[in-house]
Nanobody, 124 residues
Framework: QVQLVESGGGLVQAGGSLRLSCAAS????????MGWFRQASGKEREFVTA????????RYADSVLGRFTISRDSAKNTVYLQMNSLKPEDTAVYYC?????????????????WGQGTSVTVSS
């Protein structure tokens, strides 16, 4: 079992920045890759980005490429999402998730563990 706890959400003006954190506990010795998803009000949850255990591989949704950066501190079992140049359309609840394996998938069903989510609101 892996437990995930997100933090760092909040209210920010358009063009601003936020950094989300996701602390993992439990079976962190297993080879998991980590990802972030988001769900805006009235919409389906969507993939944002993911990073391999070694931090050597990352994937991004086209909508955040160049603005968001995912990173991982394996010693702290923590994954970060640096969000820059935020737009009102980035407003959503952001979820951290973990999936077993090496190859990064963007499919939600591949992720076994999920955090409770942290809310991000970008005002115009």
């Amino acid at each position: 079992q892996v437990q995930l706890v997100e933090s760092g959400g909040g209210l920010v003006q358009a063009g601003g920045s936020l950094r989300l954190s996701c602390a993992a506990s439990g079976r962190t010795d297993i080879n998991y890759y980590m990802g972030w998803f988001r769900q805006a009000s009235g919409k389906e949850r969507e993939f944002v980005t993911a990073i391999s255990r070694s931090s050597g591989y990352t994937r991004y949704a086209d909508s955040v490429l160049g603005r968001f950066t995912i990173s991982r501190d394996s010693a702290k079992n923590t994954v970060y999402l640096q969000m820059n140049s935020l737009k009102p359309e980035d407003t959503a609840v952001y979820y951290c998730a973990a999936a077993p394996g090496v190859y990064i998938s963007t499919v939600q069903s591949q992720f076994d563990y999920w955090g409770q989510g942290t809310s991000v609101t970008v005002s115009s």
